[in-house]
């Protein structure tokens, strides 16, 4: 499975961010897609994952209503918008592909992408 992510980048606080991850590879539609970000001397947060088929979704309370993460199969693609976005969204984000939707523990990563938002 190969995972590429894109559309990290520079953005005011309060505004939105659009990641996109595009997947190839053998099976990949048999793992959830996740994503994760992190900041420099932290552990890698889990922002959301959301499964190929059905499309169902999973957040942690911390980005709960101003994340969402979709998919486009046609496209073998996954999204990840931000809205509403905050300092402390400020990261490298990573795209995964999980067995399972929930808990996503990763068996192939994507590259990083970074997204600043400034205050």
């Known amino acids: 499975v190969q995972l590429q992510a894109s559309g990290g980048g520079l953005v005011q606080a309060g505004g939105s961010l659009r990641l996109s991850c595009a997947a190839s590879?053998?099976?990949?539609?048999?793992?959830?897609m996740g994503w994760f970000r992190q900041t420099p001397g932290k552990e890698r947060e889990f922002v959301g994952a959301i499964t190929w088929t059905v499309g169902s979704t999973y957040y942690p309370d911390s980005v709960k209503g101003r994340f969402t993460i979709s998919r486009d199969n046609a496209k073998n693609t996954v999204y990840l918008q931000m809205d509403s976005l905050k300092p402390e969204d400020t990261a490298v984000y990573y795209c995964?592909?999980?067995?399972?939707?929930?808990?996503?523990?990763?068996?192939?990563w994507g590259q990083g992408t970074q997204v600043t938002v400034s205050s």
């Open positions: 995964a592909a999980c067995r399972d939707l929930y808990p996503c523990r990763p068996s192939y």
């Open positions: 590879g053998r099976r990949f539609r048999d793992y959830a």
